[in-house]
């Protein structure tokens, strides 16, 4: 069922109907009478929406389309695909109108700076022998790290014993993006 009322051309008003096939006119049933006819698709308007994305320590700035009355908010998923450089998912980390805003829809967006969650970098200090050593390596945004679960990096092999969260506080477990820091104990 379609979220719409559409005008039925039998029933003589607007009813609830049902997709049959889409295209670049849909072909639809009125629920009430059953009729099948076609109606025009509405076009959304795109805009150029500038999304400047950090990625472990440098920024790369695209121009992607998205439709002007699409809402964006900061700490949303954004994917970017302008077509020339790679896609990239993202979490919207601020929007630019005229300020700084929480919410804003594209077309009054003016930039969005966002950060690329896809393949982050993951930073680890691991304790071992009195000294504390400092690794980082890059890892797919969606990986799980889990306190007291065992990893190795670098010739260290240590436990998980905590995770520093971007949103401030610890867990006992998190993806790789809302991570800032792990520490780990050598084993």
């Known amino acids: ?26 072909l639809v049933r009125c629920e009430n009478c059953g009729t099948v006819h076609s109606v025009q698709k509405k076009r959304e308007r795109l805009v150029n929406l500038r999304v400047i994305v950090n990625q472990d320590r440098r920024s790369l700035s695209y121009f992607i389309k998205i439709p002007a009355q699409e809402m964006l908010h900061v700490g949303d998923e954004l994917l970017v695909d302008d077509g020339v450089q790679d896609v990239v998912m993202t979490e919207i980390a601020s929007i630019e109108t005229d300020r700084r805003v929480e919410a804003a ?13 896809d393949e982050v970098p993951l930073k680890i200090s691991v304790y071992r022998s009195g000294v ?46 809302d991570i800032v820091r792990v520490w780990g104990r050598e084993i």
């Open 132 to 177: 504390t050593h400092s690794l980082k390596t890059m890892v797919q945004g969606d990986e799980t790290v889990e306190v007291g679960e065992t990893r190795e990096l670098d010739g260290y092999r240590f436990n998980v014993v905590k995770i520093k969260l971007r949103s401030e506080g610890f867990a006992d477990t998190a993806e790789a993006k």
């Open 1 to 26: 069922m379609l979220e719409d009322q559409i005008f039925c051309p039998t029933c003589g008003e607007d009813t609830d109907h049902a997709l049959i096939k889409s295209g670049q006119e849909n």
């Open 105 to 117: 829809v594209a077309e009054a967006a003016k930039t969005v700076w966002a950060r690329a969650t």
